[in-house]
């Protein structure tokens, strides 16, 4: 073993000693967290913990490679590092256990996760970036396992882009792309599909991406024979082992107890992929997990003897003990002196973090009290508000629940009476409710001044000289305006470079910009969306392409849990503008045929989903986000692209408004909403509609999230009284999404003298061909008949059958 890490070799020993000294202390800090964490847990204070104890000294050994300006991406393991960065204090690590609502005193999330996630924090108070290079960063970790791997990429592809990508404005995002993607995985998931495609995929980006593995030989119970071919991760990635005749991975393996060892180590691959953007697998093994997985078990069930007498021994705190005494760098006596004093320091910043936590509700506690008394003098069901009170008066340290739950279940004594101190709850109970909902619903979109909704519209402009295209060229052409004008702004995806997207909607534009804003990827659309979001988190604004909205189910999982949550998880302290571009709608074949719209509304919320009819209210919409922060996904209608549409003079300005619908035809018999392809048969049934004598008022949602924010498809109703809403999704998907909205948050109900009713496609997917889509989604008779029958059922003599 080596007596000093490199690091140390132009400092003196007394330095050296110190600096040594200084990462035990945080080690032993960091494990301590850890047991107090867990008893914290078991007695009821916390509802659960999961800790890092075990991977401390690893994690000492890449703080120390870590620079202004990198970023990790990792999981809830990691806050021995959080600690050696400077970015978690212990009164912090023990906020984030008892779910302390305030961002100051929980700044990883307020207490919207569970300790062991971890974030810092990228924006200003007006939502505007901070300076990025002057700060070391973390993205906002998320629990589902692996699921950190696809922004990683993202995060480490940001430095290959600053670094060859002319014209950005890259001041607050990098130093001519030098930042490293620091990622961190417990060896149990590398098992996952988005491990193996991130790794995949950074070796043939060949991006600043170090990745480390820690081992301890588990997941959860399960060893690693049933987890991994040969039972070591390392082993078998070793055909990504970068050589003279290709590239690849440069895999490093070392033990986790070795602090040494592991100091050398991160300091060659810190070298090795911020100067020559070589990604580092980094192979972590021989670790413990002291307290077993989490809070929810003992390891001791499923460990045998030798096992745990092993990870007693290698111990990574243990081994770095053994290992100063015996190279002179402190003695017994004063390790246990700094073990001692750090003991004490743990217990006191849990303590002061518990009476933070209790103390929030204290004042509120003594103000609702004496309502309550009063509340209870002035009613005649006195005993049972009197039992009430007493209980919530017994509650030490009362819970906000607790106010409200207490509060509400009084007043159900009330009904029917009348008196001052009803009013008075009442009014606390309100403002109570206000003040702290926030505290767990705020920010599931963006609350800064770039906000979509703050876009203004900017219609298309014509003039004698514009000619009807093929609706294509419009996108090709606005997104030649973006890229022209927007440096930061790049596209990839499946088929996106070479050939111009499958629609060509791209035609030339890889030829005119490059391979790097304009690229070609691997069929990986997990993959593809965290590219956006580590990018996005780094400054970049990019245009995640999906080539089929069918294909999107297979990003999913990393939409729904890490990008439309990132805004909310952080409290507004990240955002990740990712534009994801798709094509769907009336195709044919069960699996490029899907509209899953209602799912898609369902798992996606702090996304917004774009539904454009044509190719100008699409490049429309990307014109809008480029001037908002927030991400949006775009679903072009896929038989639209060769549809004739005249070519707007002000491309790259115009934008279409987010959240507005539009009004396409007036009329006064029934108004009919709906949304994309499905939009254009609904105006040719309008047309057939005019023939028999009704009027129908046809509405274009434009987007689904946000919905109609303006409540102008109400203004519609009162006019017509008759409400259908037409949707290719299937049946209780996206229609009723939409019926919800116009019934309940418009009460639209009021005006209604019909039933308002839904027509949507089949329960099935679509079956191939053309007689497969007219028999599975709603074709021009189906809407005819709708809405005949709904004028039949109101006026049978002027609509007989």
Same mark, same amino acid.
């Given at each position: 073993?080596?007596?000093?890490?490199?690091?140390?070799?132009?400092?003196?020993?007394?330095?050296?000693?110190?600096?040594?000294?200084?990462?035990?202390?945080?080690?032993?800090?960091?494990?301590?967290?850890?047991?107090?964490?867990?008893?914290?847990?078991? /007695?009821?204070?916390?509802?659960?913990?999961?800790?890092?104890?075990?991977?401390?000294?690893?994690?000492?050994?890449?703080?120390?490679?870590?620079?202004?300006?990198?970023?990790?991406?990792?999981?809830?393991?990691?806050?021995?590092?959080?600690?050696?960065?400077?970015?978690? %204090?212990?009164?912090?690590?023990?906020?984030?256990?008892?779910?302390?609502?305030?961002?100051?005193?929980?700044?990883? !999330?307020?207490?919207?996760?569970?300790?062991?996630?971890?974030?810092?924090?990228?924006?200003?108070?007006?939502?505007?970036?901070?300076?990025?290079?002057?700060?070391?960063?973390?993205?906002?970790?998320?629990?589902?396992?692996?699921?950190?791997?696809?922004?990683?990429?993202?995060?480490?592809?940001?430095?290959?882009?600053?670094?060859?990508?002319?014209?950005?404005?890259?001041?607050?995002?990098?130093?001519?792309?030098?930042?490293? +993607?620091?990622?961190?995985?417990?060896?149990?998931?590398?098992?996952?599909?988005?491990?193996?495609?991130?790794?995949?995929?950074?070796?043939?980006?060949?991006?600043?991406?170090?990745?480390?593995?820690?081992?301890?030989?588990?997941?959860?119970?399960?060893?690693?024979?049933?987890?991994? /071919?040969?039972? @070591?991760?390392?082993?078998?990635?070793?055909?990504?082992?970068?050589?003279?005749?290709?590239?690849?991975?440069?895999?490093?393996?070392?033990?986790?107890?070795?602090?040494?060892?592991?100091?050398?180590?991160?300091?060659?691959?810190?070298?090795?992929?911020?100067?020559?953007?070589?990604?580092?697998?980094?192979?972590?093994?021989?670790?413990?997990?002291?307290?077993?997985?989490?809070?929810?078990?003992?390891?001791?069930?499923?460990?045998?003897?030798?096992?745990?007498?092993?990870?007693?021994?290698?111990?990574?705190?243990?081994?770095? &003990?053994?290992?100063?005494?015996? %190279?002179?760098?402190?003695?017994?006596?004063?390790?246990?002196?700094?073990?001692?004093?750090?003991?004490?320091?743990?217990?006191?910043?849990?303590?002061?973090?518990?009476?933070?936590?209790?103390?929030?509700?204290?004042?509120?506690?003594?103000?609702?009290?004496?309502?309550?008394?009063?509340?209870?003098?002035?009613?005649?069901?006195?005993?049972?508000?009197?039992?009430?009170?007493?209980?919530?008066?017994?509650?030490?340290?009362?819970?906000?629940?607790?106010?409200?739950?207490? !509060?509400?279940?009084?007043?159900?004594?009330?009904?029917?009476?009348?008196?001052?101190?009803?009013?008075?709850?009442?009014?606390?109970?309100?403002?109570?409710?206000?003040?702290?909902?926030?505290?767990? !619903?705020?920010?599931?979109?963006?609350?800064?001044?770039?906000?979509?909704?703050?876009?203004?519209?900017?219609?298309?402009?014509?003039?004698?000289?514009?000619?009807?295209?093929?609706?294509?060229?419009?996108?090709?052409?606005?997104?030649?305006?973006?890229?022209? %004008?927007?440096?930061?702004?790049?596209?990839?995806?499946?088929?996106?470079?070479?050939?111009?997207?499958? %629609?060509?909607?791209?035609?030339?534009?890889?030829?005119?910009?490059?391979?790097?804003?304009?690229?070609?990827?691997?069929?990986?659309? +997990?993959?593809?969306?965290?590219?956006?979001?580590?990018?996005?988190?780094?400054?970049?604004?990019?245009?995640?392409?999906?080539?089929?909205?069918?294909?999107?189910?297979?990003?999913?999982?990393?939409?729904?849990?890490?990008?439309?949550?990132?805004?909310?998880?952080?409290?507004?302290?990240?955002?990740?503008?990712?534009?994801?571009?798709?094509?769907?709608?009336?195709?044919?074949?069960?699996?490029?045929?899907?509209?899953?719209?209602?799912?898609?509304?369902?798992?996606?919320?702090?996304?917004?989903?774009?539904?454009?009819?044509?190719?100008?209210?699409?490049?429309?919409?990307?014109?809008?986000?480029?001037?908002?922060?927030?991400?949006?996904?775009?679903?072009?209608?896929? $038989?639209?692209?060769?549809?004739?549409?005249?070519?707007?003079? @002000?491309?790259?300005?115009?934008?279409?408004?987010?959240?507005?619908?539009?009004?396409?035809?007036?009329?006064?018999?029934?108004?009919?909403?709906?949304?994309?392809?499905?939009? &254009?048969?609904?105006?040719?049934?309008?047309?057939?509609?005019?023939?028999?004598?009704?009027?129908?008022?046809?509405?274009?949602?434009?987007?689904?999230?946000?919905?109609?924010?303006?409540?102008?498809?109400?203004?519609?109703?009162? $006019?017509?009284?008759?409400?259908?809403?037409?949707?290719?999704?299937?049946?209780?998907?996206?229609?009723?999404?939409?019926?919800?909205?116009?019934?309940?948050?418009? $009460?639209?109900?009021?005006?209604?003298?019909?039933?308002?009713? /839904?027509?949507?496609?089949?329960?099935? &997917?679509?079956?191939?061909?053309?007689?497969?889509?007219?028999?599975?989604?709603?074709?021009?008779?189906?809407?005819?008949?709708?809405?005949?029958?709904?004028?039949?059922?109101?006026?049978?003599?002027?609509?007989?059958?």
């Amino acid at each position: 073993m080596q007596k000093s890490p490199s690091t140390a070799k132009d400092i003196s020993f007394e330095d050296f000693k110190t600096e040594v000294l200084n990462d035990y202390k945080l080690a032993v800090t960091s494990r301590e967290c850890s047991l107090l964490g867990r008893r914290e847990v078991l /007695t009821g204070k916390a509802k659960f913990g999961i800790f890092g104890d075990g991977k401390e000294v690893p994690q000492l050994a890449l703080a120390k490679a870590f620079k202004n300006g990198d970023f990790r991406s990792g999981y809830y393991r990691d806050q021995t590092f959080m600690m050696a960065i400077g970015a978690l %204090n212990i009164q912090q690590f023990f906020a984030g256990l008892y779910a302390n609502t305030d961002l100051e005193k929980e700044p990883m !999330s307020a207490g919207r996760q569970m300790g062991g996630h971890f974030a810092t924090h990228s924006l200003n108070e007006d939502g505007s970036w901070k300076n990025l290079m002057q700060q070391k960063n973390s993205s906002a970790d998320i629990s589902p396992t692996a699921g950190q791997m696809p922004r990683l990429l993202g995060l480490a592809q940001a430095s290959k882009i600053y670094r060859h990508v002319d014209g950005i404005d890259a001041e607050k995002f990098s130093d001519k792309g030098n930042e490293i +993607a620091w990622g961190t995985i417990g060896n149990a998931s590398t098992s996952e599909g988005l491990f193996w495609e991130t790794i995949n995929a950074a070796g043939v980006l060949q991006v600043p991406m170090v990745m480390s593995v820690w081992d301890d030989e588990y997941g959860i119970s399960v060893h690693a024979r049933h987890q991994t /071919t040969k039972e @070591n991760i390392s082993t078998i990635l070793s055909g990504f082992q970068r050589d003279d005749e290709h590239k690849g991975f440069e895999i490093m393996v070392v033990k986790g107890w070795d602090y040494a060892a592991l100091v050398d180590t991160y300091q060659k691959a810190s070298a090795l992929a911020r100067e020559k953007h070589v990604p580092v697998l980094i192979h972590v093994n021989q670790l413990t997990q002291p307290q077993g997985h989490s809070t929810s078990g003992s390891h001791e069930r499923y460990k045998s003897e030798d096992r745990l007498a092993w990870e007693k021994e290698y111990d990574c705190n243990v081994q770095m &003990r053994q290992w100063m005494i015996t %190279n002179n760098i402190a003695t017994e006596e004063q390790l246990s002196e700094i073990e001692k004093d750090i003991k004490k320091q743990v217990r006191d910043g849990k303590k002061a973090a518990w009476s933070d936590f209790t103390n929030i509700s204290k004042a509120p506690h003594q103000e609702v009290l004496p309502l309550l008394k009063n509340l209870a003098e002035s009613s005649s069901n006195k005993t049972f508000i009197n039992a009430l009170y007493e209980e919530l008066a017994s509650k030490k340290e009362p819970l906000k629940k607790d106010l409200v739950s207490y !509060s509400r279940k009084a007043l159900r004594y009330t009904f029917g009476e009348s008196s001052e101190a009803k009013s008075t709850l009442e009014n606390w109970l309100t403002s109570y409710i206000e003040k702290v909902q926030p505290n767990y !619903s705020s920010h599931l979109v963006s609350e800064s001044e770039w906000n979509v909704t703050g876009v203004n519209e900017v219609k298309p402009t014509y003039d004698d000289n514009s000619e009807d295209v093929d609706a294509r060229l419009i996108l090709r052409d606005n997104f030649d305006h973006i890229f022209s %004008n927007h440096p930061e702004t790049l596209i990839f995806g499946e088929d996106t470079g070479e050939i111009g997207d499958v %629609n060509q909607g791209l035609e030339g534009m890889q030829e005119k910009y490059g391979e790097l804003r304009v690229a070609d990827t691997g069929i990986r659309e +997990a993959t593809i969306l965290g590219q956006g979001i580590g990018m996005a988190l780094r400054g970049l604004r990019p245009i995640a392409e999906i080539q089929y909205l069918d294909y999107v189910l297979y990003a999913l999982q990393i939409m729904s849990d890490d990008l439309a949550t990132l805004q909310y998880r952080t409290v507004g302290k990240q955002k990740a503008p990712l534009i994801i571009r798709t094509r769907g709608h009336r195709l044919e074949g069960i699996w490029h045929s899907g509209s899953p719209m209602g799912a898609l509304l369902h798992t996606l919320r702090g996304i917004h989903i774009l539904v454009p009819r044509n190719m100008t209210k699409a490049a429309g919409f990307y014109n809008t986000l480029l001037e908002a922060d927030e991400p949006a996904l775009i679903v072009e209608c896929l $038989n639209g692209y060769r549809l004739k549409e005249k070519m707007p003079t @002000n491309l790259g300005e115009f934008r279409t408004p987010i959240g507005v619908v539009e009004t396409v035809k007036e009329g006064k018999d029934i108004t009919l909403v709906s949304y994309g392809s499905t939009l &254009r048969l609904v105006q040719q049934a309008a047309k057939e509609l005019q023939e028999v004598g009704i009027d129908a008022e046809i509405i274009d949602t434009q987007s689904l999230l946000p919905f109609d924010i303006n409540h102008d498809i109400i203004e519609s109703v009162k $006019n017509t009284n008759r409400l259908l809403v037409i949707d290719e999704d299937v049946p209780g998907g996206a229609s009723a999404y939409i019926l919800q909205h116009i019934l309940e948050e418009q $009460n639209a109900w009021r005006y209604l003298d019909s039933k308002p009713k /839904t027509l949507t496609a089949k329960a099935h &997917r679509p079956a191939y061909g053309t007689d497969g889509d007219y028999f599975s989604k709603p074709s021009t008779e189906d809407i005819f008949d709708a809405v005949y029958e709904i004028m039949h059922e109101s006026n049978p003599t002027q609509f007989p059958k």
